[in-house]
C-alpha cells in the first residue's frame, strides 16, 4: 500500500517549521567518553551552561544523548537515564518551548525522557527496537529514521558495500517511516537521516552528500549529522579538532539541496552558514542592506 505523501510541515513540541526553515540541532553530549568534548559536558552543569550557550546562538533543538556512539565500555537503561534524564527536566523547566530531542535507541529510555518532557526521538541506530516508534507514538513524540547498513548500535562499519549506497538508503529510512506511521507515529513528526558514517566509509558518505536532493525527493524532512565525522577529517585528512570548515561546507552542500535538519556541535558557526545559505535561497533578508543605498 502507498502511504500519504509526507507533510511539508515539521512539527516537534510546541514548534511548527515551514519548508523554508533550516532548523539547527544543537548536540549535548552527557557522557565520559565523547568523541568531541571528551566528557566537557558530562557532569549537569556544564551541560546546562552548553545548552544556553545553543539556544542564544540559534539552536532549533537540543539532541542529548548518554552513550557514546562508538566503542566503549558497556552503559545500560539504568546508567544511560541517569546521565540525560536531569537533563531533560532542566532543559524543559528553562526552556519551555525549545524542541528536546533525545538520542538513543532503546524503547525503555526513550519512554522516560518523552514522560519528563522530550519531544523527539533521535534513533540513530535504524530501528534496532522494534517497540520505539511506538513509545514515540505514545508520547505523540517526533522520530528520525535512519541507516546503518543493518549494524547494530555501537558496532563500526567493515568494508561496507551497497551496490548504490543512495538506493539503500532511500529504500531503508522511507520503510521505516512508513512502518513508524503505521505504529502512530505522527507523519508531521517523522525525519529520515542518511546517517553519514554509521555502516559507510567515506566515500560512501561523501556520494550521500553528493546525491542528497535524491533523498530530499522522497518528501520526508531530511536531517544530516555532519559535524566533524569521520568522513570529513578523513576527505580532508584533519584530526576532530580541525573539521569545522569542512563540516561547514558538507553543511551547506547539504542546505542548498534541500536538508532541513542540522545535527552540530558548533551552533553559532552553523547557524551563521545556515543562515548565508537561506539568503542565498531567497528565503531570509539580509540581516541589514546598505550597501549602495547611500
Avoid at 15 to 25: A, I, K, N, S
Avoid at 129 to 144: K, T, W
Avoid at 160 to 173: E, I, P
Avoid at 175 to 193: E, K, P, T, Y
Amino acid at each position: 500500500m502507498t502511504l500519504p505523501a509526507a507533510p511539508d510541515i515539521l512539527r516537534l513540541g510546541t514548534r511548527t517549521f515551514e519548508p523554508h526553515d533550516l532548523v539547527l540541532m544543537a548536540i549535548i553530549n552527557r557522557t565520559p567518553d565523547s568523541f568531541y568534548d571528551n566528557g566537557s559536558t558530562y557532569d549537569l552543569e556544564p551541560a546546562l551552561v552548553r545548552l544556553a550557550e545553543a539556544v542564544h546562538d540559534g539552536a532549533d533543538i537540543v539532541d542529548v544523548g548518554g552513550v557514546r556512539a562508538g566503542h566503549g565500555p558497556d552503559v545500560g537503561v539504568e546508567e544511560e537515564l541517569r546521565r540525560t534524564a536531569d537533563f531533560v527536566v532542566e532543559a524543559r523547566s528553562r526552556f519551555p518551548d525549545l524542541v528536546i530531542s533525545v538520542d538513543t535507541w532503546r524503547s525503555e529510555v526513550a519512554d522516560e525522557l518523552c514522560r519528563l518532557g522530550a519531544d523527539l526521538v533521535n534513533d540513530t541506530w535504524s530501528g534496532h527496537d522494534p517497540e520505539l516508534a511506538a513509545v514515540a507514538a505514545q508520547h505523540g513524540a517526533g522520530l528520525v529514521c535512519s541507516h546503518t547498513g543493518g549494524i547494530g548500535p555501537r558496532t563500526d562499519p567493515h568494508r561496507a558495500a551497497y551496490d548504490d549506497v543512495v538506493a539503500d538508503v532511500v529504500a531503508t529510512v522511507t520503510s521505516l517511516a512508513d512502518r513508524a506511521v503505521s505504529a502512530g507515529v505522527r507523519r508531521d513528526g517523522i525525519l529520515i537521516d542518511p546517517t553519514h558514517d554509521f555502516g559507510k566509509n567515506t566515500r560512501q558518505s561523501l556520494e550521500l552528500t553528493r546525491r542528497l536532493d535524491e533523498l530530499v525527493a522522497t518528501g520526508w524532512p531530511v536531517l544530516v549529522a555532519l559535524s566533524n565525522k569521520d568522513f570529513v577529517g578523513e576527505t580532508l585528512d584533519l584530526d576532530k579538532d580541525h573539521r569545522l570548515p569542512g563540516t561547514l561546507a558538507a553543511t551547506a552542500v547539504s542546505a542548498w539541496q534541500g536538508a532541513r535538519v542540522f545535527r552540530a556541535h558548533n551552533v553559532a558557526e552553523t547557524r551563521q552558514t545556515l543562515d548565508m545559505v537561506a539568503s542565498m535561497l531567497g528565503t531570509r533578508p539580509p540581516a541589514v542592506a546598505r550597501r549602495g543605498l547611500a
